[in-house]
């Protein structure tokens, strides 16, 4: 027997919406359909119109920027129980990076205009949802944060050797 | 003159700032800036260390230098250290070819607490250079893979082409009974696996944070943030354990290079746990 799950049962598993009331899974998963990536296939590029955000449920998704010779540079990972995407929240609702599957994907994409509109419609529940990217935005900011002091680099000896 | 050390073996009959003469017996180039030496005694042999512990390598002429075991041989008189070239004493150690003797002293400090584990789930959590010191934990670990449950090992590396002991970290994944996951700071095409900070795994690690104990070793902010992830994720103080990098210069705790509050690195580390240490991480310029 094939059990297929809703996408509001996906949801629901899904750490990023733990805690959620119930109402308001109902009302996100309308908002929902299910997706998947091949190794390679793009998710989304630079410049399009960010019109999703997608739920990870197993997989994973590297960001990409282009260098100045072109060359492609992964700048971070996501993948099972993460959240792709929060340039749909934002005018002028853009993606800022390249993102490519590397591994067999499956997501739960959920559309930005209509959790926008839902979010307008039901204050507390954009609340919910906004509290969630903040602290999303929060996490990625300090791992950003912690890439960047490139604590692997020779100005950082490694361990036990302290010479100078 | 036989000086016990504060690990359970004795640290040589000579004294333990007399250096002993050993002989590169193989040199293996680990990254761009970082070789591995194979040593071996070439009279009278060191005791061997354990996992954890760290020797004194001295080159001649220029300097001495505290350098971790990156794999402890069974063999007494062997010992195996990997070099990353960052001053002159370092640069001189990573330019040894076969037959070149060094002075060496040792091992020093108390090393990785292995028995404390047993029974439960473990995770490594290695960043750059700090891969060295944990190996000899997991071979540890591998070799009596029956003792323990779960074991994950997060490595963390700059890019693709810092990643050390690659070789290694392709054997434990062909295993199948130790989970492995490696993450870069940032990568070109071609890497398809995880960009990101190590400590960015250690919330979806599949193991048992109750019964479980971590070995972090790495640059000190890393290991901070790793342990702020850990105690996160509901490991016990207690059962957090880091290596701590400082100054070793005597490694018998008399000159006070390596000091870190009440404690000399050098004889009651380099290993700790995040409980015995208490907020000393948290405090600057310590």
């Known amino acids: 027997m094939t059990v297929t799950s809703s996408i509001r049962d996906l949801l629901a598993e899904h750490p990023f919406f733990a805690g959620l009331p119930d109402a308001d899974l109902d009302l996100i998963a309308g908002c929902g359909r299910n997706v998947h990536f091949h190794p390679g296939q793009l998710v989304f590029a630079e410049g399009e119109a960010a019109d999703a955000f997608f739920v990870l449920r197993r997989g994973r998704v590297a960001l990409s920027v282009h260098g100045p010779q072109s060359d492609e540079i992964t700048i971070a990972t996501v993948t099972d129980g993460d959240v792709l995407g929060w340039s749909w929240l934002f005018p002028p609702y853009r993606w800022h990076f390249d993102a490519h599957a590397t591994a067999e994907t499956s997501a739960v994409a959920l559309d930005g205009a209509c959790l926008r509109d839902k979010c307008d419609e039901d204050a507390a529940l954009g609340y919910r949802l906004m509290q969630r990217f903040a602290r999303l935005t929060q996490q990625r900011l300090q791992e950003t944060r912690l890439q960047l002091l490139d604590l692997y680099g020779r100005e950082h000896h490694g361990h036990r050797i302290v010479e100078h | ?286």
């Not at chain 2, 070149?100 to 090393?111: A, M």
């Not at chain 2, 400590?199 to 019964?211: E, G, H, N, Q």
């Not at chain 2, 103080?237 to 008399?254: D, K, T």
Request: glycine residues 10%; proline residues 6%.
């Open chain 2, 1 to 286: 003159m036989v000086i016990a050390s504060s690990s359970t073996e004795e640290v040589t009959t000579r004294g333990p700032m007399v250096p002993v003469p050993y002989r590169v017996v193989a040199q293996r180039t680990e990254l761009v800036d970082t070789q591995t030496l194979v040593i071996e005694a070439v009279g009278e042999a060191l005791p061997h260390a354990a996992p954890g512990q760290f020797s004194m390598l001295w080159a001649f002429g220029i300097g001495e230098v505290p350098i971790s075991h990156s794999r402890v041989h069974g063999a007494r008189g062997a010992a195996e250290h990997t070099v990353r070239a960052v001053g002159a004493t370092t640069r001189a150690l990573c330019a040894l070819a076969e037959g070149d003797v060094i002075g060496v002293r040792g091992p020093f400090g108390r090393g990785w607490d292995l028995p404390v584990a047993e029974g439960g789930d473990v995770v490594v959590v290695a960043g750059g250079l700090g891969l060295a010191p944990v190996r000899p934990v997991v071979e540890a670990i591998l070799a009596r893979r029956e003792r323990f449950e779960r074991v994950a090992v997060l490595v963390g590396a700059r890019s693709p082409d810092d990643l050390l002991f690659a070789d290694d970290l392709s054997a434990w994944r062909a295993r199948f009974d130790v989970e492995v996951e490696v993450t870069v700071d940032h990568a070109r095409a071609g890497w398809h696996g995880d960009v990101g900070v190590v400590t960015s795994m250690i919330p979806r690690v599949p193991i048992d944070p109750r019964s479980a104990t971590a070995f972090v070793c790495g640059p000190e902010i890393m290991m901070r943030f790793a342990a702020a992830a850990l105690v996160d994720r509901g490991f016990a103080r207690q059962r957090i354990q880091v290596s701590l990098e400082r100054n070793m210069v005597c490694a018998v705790g008399h000159c006070g290079h390596c000091q870190l509050g009440p404690t000399f690195v050098c004889r009651e580390g380099p290993v700790y746990t995040v409980a015995a240490l208490g907020s000393l991480l948290d405090v600057r310029s310590l």
